[in-house]
């Protein structure tokens, strides 16, 4: 059964906007619609909008999942994917190296902060200091 927006972001959890923009940029197709001009999703959009939001959910950009979806030349071989997925592991490692490196960083700073009611911090003189 076709639905109204509203009913399938409800279904999906995701907002109204979120599927006005897949359809603005070309992620979800033009959907049918009625006489009166409201839009009908059908089972096969439905299923199409749950998998970009799985893929953005594990953080592929909107080009990846362009490139999932076969949008720029035919679908994907598994080989594809697989390098592609491989390259994303690649990508979120090194966020998570860096992160962990922040994380010390700042815990580093902070074990010099009194937690004193006074101006005098060493967060904030760190983040001022000339180096």
Sequence with gaps: AALK???????????????RYYEK??????????????????NGDQVRLRFILRARSL????????????????RPSCAEVSALAEAHRG??????ADLRQM??????????CTGAETPDCALTDKLFEDR
Excluded: Q, W
């Design 91 to 96: 990508d979120i490692r090194k966020r998570i």
């Design 103 to 112: 994380d010390r960083r700042l815990g580093e700073i902070m074990a010099g």
């Design 5 to 19: 927006r509203a009913e399938l972001a409800g279904r999906l959890g995701c907002n109204l906007e979120t599927i």
């Design 25 to 42: 940029i070309g992620l979800l197709p033009d959907p049918a619609r009625t006489a009166s001009g409201h839009r009908l999703y059908s």
């Design 59 to 74: 953080g592929f950009s909107v080009e990846d999942v362009r490139s999932l979806l076969g949008i720029n030349d035919g």
